[in-house]
């Protein structure tokens, strides 16, 4: 079946440094994906989104990158702030039009 | 300028007795999804609406229902919980169109069964 990864379930960094985080999906089909930032005891909060005919795009302090052809995502957070610390998770347009999320990387950020 | 709001943000409720939880928007979207989410996992979508239009996921349990009764307000009914219910559970909207788009969530209903 259709899946979603992420490389690696934490990631800490230095405030200041920047931080990536990596996803990897299943189906080449897929046409939409999109970055969901969850702090603790909160909703999943919209960071940004790309379609299928792009490879990069820039948001404040955040990138998406999109490597289709190894079926890769990567979020890039410039800057890394404390405020950043959280759950990220990917996801990707399903083939039954549902979203697709991937198990989350928790971000740590150190003074 | 809350969007996606839901009631209560923590709800109790007994073994075997059943529970509501509410969402409700101001977005105007057409859909309106139902997700469940335990402790370091993803969310599982339970169901969505698309409009009036009722869609279950295959392996979302019988226990699990929802209603719509216009377009601003959606509710979980948990008719009979089990311990293994115990979750976070999270609405979202999207202004329609499935996969393709935004989602839109609240800050969640977390759900403790005794």
């Known amino acids: 079946g259709e899946s979603v990864g992420l490389h690696l379930p934490t990631l800490s960094v230095q405030e200041g440094d920047n931080s990536i985080i990596n996803c990897a999906y299943s189906n080449s089909a897929s046409d939409y994906f999109i970055w969901y930032k969850q702090e603790s005891g909160k909703g999943p909060q919209f960071i940004i989104d790309?379609?299928?005919?792009?490879d990069k795009r820039q948001g404040q302090r955040v990138t998406v990158l999109l490597n289709k052809t190894v079926k890769h995502l990567s979020l890039q957070i410039a800057a890394t702030q404390p405020g950043d610390s959280a759950v990220y998770f990917c996801a990707t347009g399903g083939s039954q039009g549902n979203l697709i999320f991937g198990k989350g990387t928790k971000l740590s950020v150190k003074p | 300028d809350a969007m996606v709001i839901q009631n209560p943000r923590y709800q109790v409720t007994q073994f075997g007795k059943p529970v509501t939880l509410s969402c409700s928007q101001t977005l105007n979207h057409n859909v309106m999804y139902w997700y469940q989410q335990k402790s370091s996992q993803a969310p599982k979508l339970l169901f969505h609406y698309y409009d009036k239009d009722f869609n279950n996921e295959a392996d979302t349990p019988d226990n699990f229902q929802s209603r719509r009764p216009n377009t601003s307000f959606c509710f979980l009914d948990i008719r009979s919980p089990g311990l293994g219910d115990a979750a976070m559970y999270l609405c979202?909207?999207?202004?329609?169109?499935?996969?393709?788009?935004?989602?839109?969530f609240g800050d969640g209903t977390r759900l403790s069964i005794l």
């Open positions: 979202a909207t999207s202004r329609q169109g499935l996969g393709d788009q935004p989602q839109h």
């Open positions: 790309i379609r299928s005919n792009m």
